[in-house]
């Protein structure tokens, strides 16, 4: 006489518990199809003057100061503000930070098309872990007046890459720079997370 045998029965969450990894690992491979949404930053305040020593964070409950380029303002250049080391290695001394100032000139109607490209958001597919530091990017009006742009970011929140080529294209038609101001003593240095 055969010996009855016991039927598995699969639950819904047994299925669940079972798709659900390979869903995850799938997207994370690519191989799923990705849903992106795209969103704009508001629009940036207009300023007085740019300032390369200005970090572009914004504290809470203060309204941002970087964003969008608004619409009417016709920038004159670019203003591109980065960390320069001087070239100095840990091992010969303090290293003094400096702020470079790249004051850049051209047609600049490619780069206003580049930050004009919406940002992507994406909650499926994987990132890779490593931060990327951008420059802050000020654009000034004949006036002088200037606003604070924010990059254009794909869905792992680093710059799409038509604002670099954009910038790459105009002439540098100056460069300055600037010491950073050292820390109020006892103080900690401040770390951002990449």
């Given at each position: 006489m055969p010996v009855p045998t016991a039927r598995r029965r699969t639950t819904p969450g047994t299925a669940l518990a079972f798709l659900l990894p390979l869903t995850l690992a799938l997207g994370a491979c690519g191989l799923l199809p990705m849903t992106v949404s795209h969103y704009r930053f508001d629009p940036a305040p207009v300023q007085d003057g740019y300032d390369c020593l200005a970090d572009g964070t914004t504290p809470p409950g203060s309204a941002p100061t970087k964003g969008s380029v608004p619409e009417g303002f016709e920038p004159a250049e670019a203003v591109l503000c980065s960390m320069d080391l001087g070239g100095l290695s840990p091992t010969s001394g303090p290293v003094r930070q400096k702020i470079r100032e790249d004051y850049l000139s051209g047609d600049l109607?490619?780069?206003?098309?580049?930050?004009?490209?919406?940002?992507?958001?994406?909650?499926?597919?994987?990132?890779?872990?490593?931060?990327?530091?951008?420059?802050?990017?000020?654009?000034?009006?004949?006036?002088?007046?200037?606003?604070?742009?924010?990059?254009?970011?794909?869905?792992?929140?680093?710059?799409?890459?038509?604002?670099?080529?954009?910038?790459?294209?105009?002439?540098?038609?100056?460069?300055?720079?600037?010491?950073?101001?050292?820390?109020?003593?006892?103080?900690?240095?401040?770390?951002?997370?990449?």
């Amino acid at each position: 006489m055969p010996v009855p045998t016991a039927r598995r029965r699969t639950t819904p969450g047994t299925a669940l518990a079972f798709l659900l990894p390979l869903t995850l690992a799938l997207g994370a491979c690519g191989l799923l199809p990705m849903t992106v949404s795209h969103y704009r930053f508001d629009p940036a305040p207009v300023q007085d003057g740019y300032d390369c020593l200005a970090d572009g964070t914004t504290p809470p409950g203060s309204a941002p100061t970087k964003g969008s380029v608004p619409e009417g303002f016709e920038p004159a250049e670019a203003v591109l503000c980065s960390m320069d080391l001087g070239g100095l290695s840990p091992t010969s001394g303090p290293v003094r930070q400096k702020i470079r100032e790249d004051y850049l000139s051209g047609d600049l109607s490619a780069l206003l098309a580049a930050l004009a490209v919406p940002s992507d958001r994406s909650s499926t597919g994987a990132c890779t872990a490593d931060g990327q530091i951008l420059p802050n990017l000020w654009l000034v009006n004949a006036s002088g007046k200037a606003i604070h742009v924010q990059w254009p970011l794909d869905r792992c929140s680093k710059a799409k890459p038509g604002t670099l080529a954009a910038l790459a294209a105009l002439t540098v038609r100056e460069a300055r720079f600037l010491d950073v101001p050292a820390p109020p003593s006892g103080s900690q240095p401040q770390t951002t997370a990449p």
